[in-house]
């Protein structure tokens, strides 16, 4: 079963935020929203371990800290994995 999410931060915490989600290891898929439109979508493999999960999204990252510094506030949607 799969729950999804909201959370509403500021551009200068949009990369510390996913970091975290992804540390969690329980995330399926990760949307960044801004201003209605989907700018980056990003599908984890459940599973994962989470060092392995960062190093493989490293460049997904560093484009992030960039869109990051151009936007004041954005959406991120993530869709979880709950475990029966």
């Given at each position: 079963m799969t729950t999804n999410e909201k959370f509403t931060i500021s551009g200068?915490?949009?990369?510390?935020?996913?970091?975290?989600?992804?540390?969690?290891?329980?995330?399926?898929?990760?949307?960044?929203?801004?201003?209605?439109?989907?700018?980056?979508?990003?599908?984890?493999?459940i599973g994962a371990p989470a060092a392995a999960a960062i190093t493989m999204a490293a460049p997904v990252l560093a484009a992030l800290g960039a869109f990051a510094a151009l936007v004041t506030e954005c959406t991120i949607e993530v869709e979880k994995v709950e475990k029966s």
């Open positions: 200068s915490q949009l990369v510390d935020k996913i970091k975290q989600l992804i540390h969690e290891g329980n995330i399926r898929r990760v949307r960044v929203i801004y201003k209605g439109k989907t700018v980056l979508e990003i599908p984890l493999s």
